[in-house]
């Protein structure tokens, strides 16, 4: 036991602990008897109990696998075909889920730069599919900004200011570049030559 001075002392000293704010979700809309995205096509759920369905489904499920079922919806909203797992509609929808994941993760840690890094590039990249699209298909792309529920803002045009310094350097990387694909050019033919010399040993031995 301990003195009621040194116990106010304490108490005085505790940090305070600050309210976090509820900030919503994307993953919010989620119905939770929705089963996992492993368990939900096999027919053998049917005639389950319903305990075990309960442990299946969302309401017990983590982050990672709400996030994959969202993924999912979002993919089965602007796919092509059902076989399109690869074309640019997908893959920006797979960015979408995770851009949006992140910014919900720098809300409640936004101090965490590493995510806040990894965000900056996935939007980037989303940016650069979203201006092909505009410029390939417009039709497939305002059709991706409805369903996905995208805000497209082309980037600014950059106009670099063309100075001494800056043409002697770009000369000297494109020398240097060239002198590396020379390098490259005779280890490759040196490995080529390799190769042909054991492959004609080895009919050699087969006569």
């Known amino acids: 036991a301990c003195s009621p001075v040194l116990q106010a002392a304490r108490g005085y000293a505790r940090p305070v602990t600050k309210k976090r ?4 979700s994307h993953l919010d809309d989620l119905p939770p008897t929705m089963l996992k995205k492993d368990y939900a096509n096999l027919p053998v759920l049917s005639s389950v109990d319903d305990v075990v369905k309960r442990l299946l489904s969302l309401e017990m499920a983590s982050q990672k696998e709400k996030l994959k079922v969202k993924t999912q919806q ?3 909203k602007v796919r092509r075909s059902p076989n399109d797992n690869g074309s640019f509609e997908v893959q920006v929808a797979i960015l979408t889920a995770k851009i949006r994941t992140l910014e919900e993760h720098l809300q409640r840690h936004p101090k965490d730069k590493k995510n806040r890094r990894f965000m900056l590039m996935g939007l980037d990249r989303r940016r650069k599919m979203l201006g092909y699209l505009r410029r390939v298909n417009y039709s497939t792309f305002e059709n991706i900004c409805q369903q996905l529920d ?16 800056w043409l002697v350097k770009k000369a000297l990387c494109i020398k240097v ?8 050019a005779a280890e490759r033919l040196k490995q080529r030559r390799e190769w042909q010399a054991r492959a004609r040993a080895a009919r050699e031995q087969q006569e």
């Open 177 to 184: 570049f060239q002198e590396k694909q020379k390098l490259k």
């Open 150 to 165: 995208i805000q497209y803002c082309p980037p600014q045009p950059y106009a670099r200011r063309v100075t001494k310094r």
């Open 21 to 24: 704010k509820d900030i919503p």
């Open 74 to 76: 979002l993919v089965e």
